[in-house]
């Protein structure tokens, strides 16, 4: 058996339960999206190589640059936008946070 906690039986454990909820709801509402988009794009590079030879290694009409060496240089600046996105609602997560943390002091 674990150690035995004692639990808060007031109005403030469950405000700080309620704004812990709200923030684990927020971050899954980003970080589960970002994540499956993120599984497929990169998975899809490997994938379309392999199975469409051919069409990735033609060259784009107006850049003359294969198209698979295209989709490999978006996943570069893709991955550039979803840390900027991640970073900045990490912001609002991390302000949850603190509010959390000071409530809990009081």
């Known amino acids: 058996m674990g150690p ?29 999206p970002m994540l499956l988009f ?9 994938l379309s ?3 469409y030879p051919h069409q990735m290694s033609r060259p784009a009409p107006w850049l003359r640059v294969p198209w698979g060496w295209l989709y490999a240089f978006a996943q570069i600046f893709l991955t550039w936008l979803w840390g900027w996105l991640y970073w900045s609602a990490a912001k609002t997560f991390d302000r949850l946070a603190e509010e959390i943390r000071q409530r809990g002091e009081t």
Not at 18 to 32: A, H, P
């Open 38 to 46: 993120f599984a497929i794009f990169s998975f899809c590079l490997p």
């Open 4 to 32: 035995e906690y004692p639990e808060k039986k007031g109005s403030l454990s469950c405000l700080q339960s309620d704004l812990l909820r709200q923030l684990i709801r927020r971050k899954k509402r980003i970080l589960i």
């Open 49 to 51: 190589v392999s199975l």
